[in-house]
């Protein structure tokens, strides 16, 4: 005889409903995870963020993600790099340069960020990003908590000096539009949580910088997350009595 199980309703608890501007949008609810927050904190070490890099093209911002990317990874952290050129190959591959192109482009991968800072992951966006309220955008999709705006600062001058893609060139010859810095404005973050000057300092040394900014976001998240959890724990067991 085989033994009796007792099977688990097929029930889904669903917390969050979006803005219904379809009959069929009744019925996109989000659907939570089994996993909390502190048991993915428990098990990589840290909590999640966004450390949400922007300056102008040129100014290092993704050299910049890929050398905290392996520093963190050194660390075994779960981090990942959201680059804006590789998500305009997929993702926002439909999307021009055109300032509410732009605008969406921020909100998709401010998103992207969302999903995967749920997902425990310490993630690096690398993004021009220009305009303040795309960057106000993507901190109130990640949340406030979880957001850091870090500005990748370097002068126009340098920046064109060094022109990786060739893009300030074919700006000056008027061949391209849109091009941030030239053609189209930059807006200077007014309260960055973060300002790196790659223009006078070796690439190890801005590198360090933000692993020590890191570093110290990550103690003091957890000692916040362990105060929490105290507090909860008093509280139980007060009730408990």
Not at 96 to 112: D, P, T
Not at 208 to 235: C, F, G, H, P
Request: hydrophobic share 35%; aromatic share 8%.
């Amino acid at each position: 005889m085989s033994p009796q199980t007792t099977e688990r309703p097929f029930i889904n608890l669903h917390t969050r409903k979006r803005y219904h501007s379809s009959p069929e949008d009744n019925f996109v609810v989000w659907s939570d995870s089994d996993i909390t927050i502190d048991e993915r904190l428990q098990r990589s070490g840290h909590p999640p963020m966004t450390l949400w890099f922007t300056g102008l093209s040129g100014a290092g911002k993704s050299t910049l993600a890929r050398q905290v990317e392996k520093r963190l990874f050194g660390r075994h952290y779960l981090v990942a790099i959201l680059d804006g050129d590789n998500l305009r190959h997929g993702l926002c591959k439909d999307l021009g340069f055109e300032a509410n192109h732009r605008s969406e482009n921020i909100r998709r991968c401010a998103e992207v960020a969302k999903l995967l800072n749920d997902a425990g992951f310490l993630v690096i966006c690398a993004f021009i990003s220009p305009k303040i309220t795309d960057r106000e955008t993507a901190r109130n999709i990640i949340g406030k908590n979880r957001f850091h705006e870090i500005f990748i600062d370097s002068p126009l001058s340098v920046c064109e000096r060094r022109d990786p893609k060739g893009m300030y060139r074919l700006a000056r010859a008027g061949k391209i539009n849109n091009l941030t810095g030239v053609t189209a404005p930059y807006e200077v973050p007014q309260n960055p949580d973060l300002c790196i000057t790659t223009n006078d300092q070796s690439l190890q040394k801005c590198t360090d910088q933000l692993v020590s900014y890191v570093s110290w976001q990550i103690r003091v998240m957890n000692s916040a997350s362990n105060s929490r959890s105290k507090r909860e724990t008093i509280e139980r067991n007060n009730f408990i009595i």
